[in-house]
């Protein structure tokens, strides 16, 4: 909801003010968000990235996806025919406990 998106910026504009920060950068932006790993799962952290970008846009003319250091890299995840070609082709006197 609306009141979400706000409360999100009033806290990132509140963590600002309390450190005197005035100019957004992307370091600024990654500082934040380090604060804000600290205290909040990595889903919170995406939910927050989400709500603050159209507001910096609206009220700063900020487009924060133009920086490169702030890019969700997602999670390495392995390939169902990985997992298969494991399965099948480690030897069992090895991998047969890990299997």
Avoid: C
Avoid at 50 to 66: A, R
């Amino acid at each position: 909801s609306k009141d979400a998106y706000e409360k999100e910026f009033e806290e990132f504009n509140a963590w600002r003010e309390k450190r005197g920060v005035t100019l957004i950068t992307e370091n600024v932006l990654l500082a934040y968000f380090f604060n804000v790993k600290k205290r909040f799962a990595a889903s919170s952290m995406w939910t927050k990235y989400s709500m603050l970008n159209p507001l910096l846009k609206v009220h700063k003319n900020i487009d924060i996806l133009i920086y490169v250091k702030l890019r969700y890299r997602g999670a390495k995840v392995l390939e169902r025919e990985y997992i298969e070609q494991f399965l099948k082709g480690a030897p069992d006197e090895e991998y047969l406990m890990k299997k």
